[in-house]
């Protein structure tokens, strides 16, 4: 939120001085309206003012005693018709110190940029004669602070040709890594906000994404190029239209966080979770997949009309899950409360929620390849000769490749979900490879 607004100059006679200021008194004091001001002026007068050769260079950003942060963009014009062959300003924006300023750094620069062509063309701040904290100037930044505190946009009049628009537009952090193993589920509808100048190779993956098909997968389905895929995914990651969750299979192992103790203290969110993974009714089909907001409302509200799991059963389900045991061995263990459930929503819900993670597999090689290189294991040679009997190529080495491929996840960095979706092979074929190496250690965290 914007504290202040001030236009300041270089006069001839008095030097640097705020010519303009909003609120009054709020950076320099006045006996009319004696408020302490946010800033102490004179020390940074030279400062926000500088000399001809420093103005024109780029944002200028200031942190004062009072907690405060001055955002400006000094501005210098040389013409005989000035006093001094020069006209010298700053427009400043003023925010506290400890709130995000980033929204503001194009606000300030538009600002300056719009005033030196302003003066430019018409002379527009040097001549209006009006007194401190009047005319046209101080109106428009009046204006100004107040639109972009109440509404984050503000259009401004200036003149018969000229018009001010300036808009807040969010920043966000840079999205996490994303990879050909992440599962990108919807928060949000996308449907409903696409139109016709959409990307088309955001188009062609938006049908794909539900929760259930990996960054990899998408680009198939949607016979896309993987690096435009995953730059469309890292859009609607960054804007928070999607999160990302891992492939959902029967052999994971998923175990509680330490945040479960609020979801065991919360009934309202243990009937959310029952709704949303009690089993569709018949004839309710799966269209609202891939959404999970709006389906875990429609799907909680369908549920109050048929049996499902209670919220004390729902909690001894999830703190039932635990390292060192599959889901399918969970499933079986539980086959009777199970058997009311979606159970990939119920694990879903878990990982969106933040209280159950995923225990991923890592393998890492106790010895190096180079110790190996003088012959192939025999689960390479008869996979080597599987490929070279479908392949119809004749080509030799194919088990190496294979082995060589392997080798550069087995420092103990890549999940099982990476190595496979890299690979494309199954973990039932990977886990073959890893037991035919011999000297593979498989952890488990």
């Known amino acids: 939120m914007l504290k202040a607004i001030f236009f300041a100059v270089f006069d001839v006679t008095e030097g640097p001085k705020v010519l303009h200021q909003v609120p009054t008194s709020s950076i320099t004091a006045s006996p009319t309206a004696p408020t302490i001001p946010l800033l ?31 955002l400006s963009y000094p501005q210098c014009i040389s013409s005989p018709h000035y006093p001094r062959n020069a006209y010298t300003f700053n427009l400043c924006l003023v925010v506290p110190a400890e709130a995000p300023f980033s929204t503001y750094i194009a606000v300030v620069r538009k600002l300056n940029t719009l005033f030196r062509t302003l003066e430019e063309q018409s002379s527009f701040l040097s001549s209006d004669s009006s007194a401190a904290n009047s005319g046209k100037i101080y109106a428009l930044c009046e204006t100004l602070l107040e639109d972009l505190n109440n509404y984050c946009e503000a259009m401004i009049p200036i003149d018969s040709s000229n018009t001010l628009n300036i808009k807040l537009f969010p920043t966000y952090p840079p999205p996490p890594p994303l990879y050909a193993h992440h599962v990108p589920l919807s928060t949000v509808r ?29 680009a198939w389905l949607a016979d896309a190029d993987f690096k435009l895929v995953k730059k469309a995914i890292r859009h609607l990651l960054y804007y928070g239209c999607i999160l990302l969750l891992d492939i959902f299979s029967f052999s994971a192992i998923y175990a509680p966080t330490a945040e479960m103790v609020h979801f065991v203290s919360s009934e309202e969110a243990q009937e959310e979770c029952a709704g949303y993974v009690a089993l569709p009714a018949d004839g309710e089909g799966e269209e609202e997949e891939a959404t999970f907001a709006l389906f875990s409302s429609r799907r909680t509200e369908r549920a109050e009309e048929r049996s499902i799991l209670s919220g004390t059963q729902v909690v001894e389900l999830y703190l039932s899950l635990r390292q060192g045991q599959s889901v399918k061995a969970w499933c079986l263990e539980h086959s009777e409360l199970v058997s009311k459930i979606d159970i990939r929503r119920f694990i879903t819900f878990g990982i969106i929620k933040g209280f159950l993670y995923r225990v991923h597999k890592y393998a890492f090689a106790t010895t190096s390849s180079k110790k190996k290189s003088k012959g192939l294991t025999r689960a390479n040679i008869k996979l080597a000769k599987r490929r070279n009997e479908i392949d119809e190529t004749g080509e030799e080495g194919a088990g190496s490749s294979d082995a060589v491929e392997l080798e550069q996840y087995l420092d103990g960095t890549h999940c099982f979900d990476e190595i496979c979706t890299e690979l494309e092979i199954s973990e039932r074929e990977l886990m073959g490879r890893l037991k035919g190496r011999g000297d593979v250690q498989i952890i488990c965290r």
């Open 190 to 218: 996308l449907d409903s906000l696409v139109d016709a100048n959409w990307d088309l190779t955001m188009l062609r993956v938006l049908p794909h994404i539900n929760g259930i098909n990996s960054v990899q997968q998408i």
């Open 40 to 70: 102490d002026f004179p020390p940074i007068a030279n400062t926000l003012i500088p000399p001809p050769a420093l103005c024109n260079t780029g944002l200028l950003q200031l942190t004062t005693s009072t907690h405060h942060r001055i």
